[in-house]
């Protein structure tokens, strides 16, 4: 969220696209990058227990060359393990696939960076890509999360979604949990873990 001096929060669907189509997302994005290893580096200085961060990450930076490297140094910069940071990338990556990209995000997965596939279940994928990308988890896109209890297509896309996740191996998400109704499936779904409004919480 951008908090604007006069304009007041705003959220990441207004600023986001302006800043890719100036390209400003590129600087942007390895501010983020930077900005959130320096967070974990103070906090685990302070004893506190660290999970991964997570920070999206935008088709555009991932059409740098050099991006790799910024996630590299800044790791190196403040003294973390890979773990401790997770980059979220949306469906849309998969417009742009190639070889080049394939390897771009093994460098990235290579030094211990967590990936995962954000919006799963609104675009592009398939399991071609899901194959041949080294994805770690899969967020089940919150439109169908939160459809689960009156929709039974959005249902058994769930099902279907967590069959497949749990047959490839990678942990599951499942976002859009804000409230109570449907706070209960996440963990009965066997979900990694639940995201939303309210506080996220791990499911066993």
């Given at each position: ?110 030094l ?6 954000d919006d ?6 398939s ?21 689960v ?15 497949l ?25 066997r ?14």
């Amino acid at each position: 969220r951008w908090h604007h001096p006069e304009r007041g929060r705003q959220s990441p669907g207004t600023f986001i696209p302006v800043a890719e189509q100036s390209q400003l997302i590129v600087p942007i994005g390895e501010w983020a990058i930077r900005e959130a290893c320096r967070c974990i580096h103070a906090w685990r200085a302070a004893g506190l227990d660290v999970v991964p961060v997570a920070v999206n990450v935008s088709l555009i930076q991932l059409a740098v060359g050099n991006f790799h490297e910024v996630v590299r140094d800044a790791l190196a910069t403040y003294d973390l393990p890979g773990w401790a940071l997770s980059l979220e990338i949306t469906e849309s990556v998969f417009e742009r696939a190639s070889q080049a990209l394939r390897d771009h995000l093994q460098a990235i997965h290579d030094l211990g960076v967590r990936l995962s596939l954000d919006d799963f279940g609104t675009g592009y994928s398939s399991l071609l890509y899901l194959k041949q990308y080294p994805f770690d988890e899969l967020k089940i896109d919150q439109g169908f999360v939160r459809a689960v209890r009156g929709d039974a297509y959005s249902r058994h896309v769930v099902q279907l979604v967590i069959g497949l996740g749990q047959s490839l191996g990678v942990d599951l998400i499942a976002e859009g949990i804000e409230d109570d109704p449907v706070r209960p499936l996440a963990p009965r779904s066997r979900c990694a873990a639940a995201a939303g409004a309210r506080s996220p919480w791990r499911c066993q």
